[in-house]
């Protein structure tokens, strides 16, 4: 579940209509891995694991990682609300990171929120919000061990 910006605070949406707001078309379930470069055209909602970049077309879509998910590779898009675990940079202009994220890795965003007990481990840099920040494909070079 997640609180989303102009939803009221008190109100916790659920997942369908989180993916409604939002635009969301694509799911990755839990259990599921992807491995390669996902190049999506609208939102994606994941609760899994993808070995690869994710990018919306023309970094204008939405990317939600539920806790239980894994990304492991770059993520370019609008808006990125991240609960779950993610190796590599974010580039968009808004991003959200919750209690339960764990980041590894650059962030740009034009505007960022960080909740109480997540992490970052890399660096944050603001970027104007213009479309500029989302023209530059980020590209991370992905080293996975085995768990």
């Known amino acids: 579940m997640f609180k ?3 939803k009221g605070k008190d109100r916790k949406q659920t997942s369908h209509e989180t993916a409604q707001g939002l635009g969301i ?3 990755i379930a839990k259990g599921v891995t992807v491995k390669g470069a996902m190049d999506l055209q609208a939102g994606i909602k994941i609760h899994g694991r ?3 970049d994710v990018t919306i077309a ?3 879509g939405v990317v939600l990682l539920h806790a239980e998910s894994e990304v492991f590779g770059s993520i370019l898009a609008e808006r990125v609300f991240v609960a779950g675990t993610v190796q590599g940079d974010i580039r968009a202009r808004e991003v959200h990171l919750y209690g339960t994220a764990n980041v590894t890795g650059e962030v740009s965003y034009g505007t960022i929120v960080i909740h109480d007990g997540a992490i ?3 660096y944050a840099h603001h970027k104007n ?5 989302l023209r530059e494909k980020v590209q991370t070079k992905v080293v996975i061990d085995a768990k």
């Open 58 to 60: 023309d970094g204008s």
């Open 129 to 133: 919000a213009d479309r500029s920040l």
């Open 4 to 6: 989303l910006p102009g």
């Open 120 to 122: 970052l481990n890399g």
């Open 25 to 27: 078309t694509s799911l």
């Open 50 to 52: 993808v070995l690869g």
